[in-house]
């Protein structure tokens, strides 16, 4: 599914149908997934259709943008470092190009979505919360429905660190595609209490093709975040 | 002409300048005090533009309360430019007009001081403590509604009835408010009835899992379902839940009650379970007691 796509625009497989139909007045685009349908209009023509992986927390609307993945416990000693695989939802999005800018059309994902709370209700952060198992492999995913997480835990910290969440700042995503939908991070514990998460932008292996950024597309005054801290706790 | 820098002016010079009646305007000529209100319009009316265009470009990544914020200091800031570049000319009013409007400030304030003082004092320590801001949805009094702006005198409300209410500085704050935004997460919890014959047990793990499954229903703190009374009628079966303040419609928490109620009501439904009606059961101790009337009529 995910690719460019030259004027004539249609995707279909046994989940979701995509397609474009320029035979009405206005470009009609029109989306049909999980018994939903969605139709928008396009006032513009476009060069190009563009369907990436987009940061997973989008739907289903914009209350958070932070993801929280959760996985069974992990003891860390001090001074060690371990890498491991965790999967995380896949949000689709499709873009529209012209004149070589990048504008949303529509966003969707074939995996229910779950909220949770970070921290203390007043000072806390609301994050896209989703449940993942440990690997020490790259794990077979559905790339619609998930994408694989390499982080490497690094525990800076003189104890013991228990170690079962990791909150990650969307604005410092960076999505890659290819044999599957992957990202790098790294994770910093400092204290029991305290830890950094990072993106570290390579592309992984078999993931060649880099996403488009979302507050990218849409123009946000922002630039990419470096690292975001966890300071309510790991477990 | 008295000068209005320097040395004061003597008894003389006042009763002198306060009799000339030629001298009522000062040496202002009427193009200074032309160019003063054009200015003064100028700025007015770009400061407008400039709001209308910033809005149109920042809405979407500003706060409404942080966007009329920039938009009123850029056009304090542009009123400020245009007095300070035309007001040198003006400074040589004369000494009547200065002292008439003084007096009239004076007697404003005097008149009304009391209620626009303490409403500004009010104001400030709103913009000072900060418990709300533009958006959140309050309940203080008898008014429940969505902030549309704070003032320095009054604050903008906007009810769920669509009615806009002003409410005084001072009022709103020696009144509680509660603000229902102030936190990223709430809670809210509601009572359904069950049968006495009903498996409780059945009807927490259906409710259980129909939170869980909800998408804004937070997975943490996790919802709590639990027996919290058992009454004449039913066994009444609360749960707690927690959900994303920016999500709730808190309206009278009306997406609550049209999302998740109708589906509790289902599902408790579709698994035999009932929501009873109150009913009353009348035991006898002497059965002889039982419909007198009836017996008498028998005899």
Known sequence: MFGRYDRGFSYTDPEVNLQIDKTTTLPEYRRECG????????????????????????????????????????????????????????????????????????????????????????????????????FSDIPATDLHREGVLELTLINSSATTADVSRAVFDSYGMQLFYGDRVSMTATMEIMSPLIASTTFTGLPPNGCPNRSIDLYAARKFAIGPRKSFFMESGMA | MIPLAGVLPNSTEVVTALNDETNIVGNASPKEISLFIVSLVVAYVLGLAIAHYLKLKLSHRLKPDQLTLLTRVIRVILILIAFGATVPGLLDLSFTILTLIFVGIIAIIGISSQKVISNMVGGLALLYEHPFASGDFISTGDVSGTVVSTRLFSVLVRTTSGVSVQIPNDQIYSSDVSNYHANVARRYEYVVGIRYKDDVKKAIEIIYGLLEDYTFVLKNPSPNVFVSDIDADSVRVMFRIWFPSVWADTKDDISFQTEILPRVKAALEAAGIEMPYAHREILFADPDLRFPELRAGQQ
């Open chain 1, 35 to 134: 018994g939903m349908v969605v139709t928008k209009h396009l006032a513009a023509d476009y060069d190009a259709i563009h369907i990436h992986p987009v940061e997973p927390v989008n739907l289903p609307q914009e209350i958070t943008h932070h993801l929280e993945i959760s996985f069974p416990p992990i003891v860390l000693p001090p001074s060690t470092k371990k890498k491991i695989f965790l999967t995380f939802p896949v949000e689709i999005g499709v873009f529209f190009e012209i004149h070589k800018e990048m504008n949303i059309l529509d966003i969707f994902s074939l995996v229910p979505t779950k909220f949770s709370l970070y921290g203390l209700p007043s000072t806390g952060i609301i994050t896209r919360w989703y449940r993942s198992g440990i």
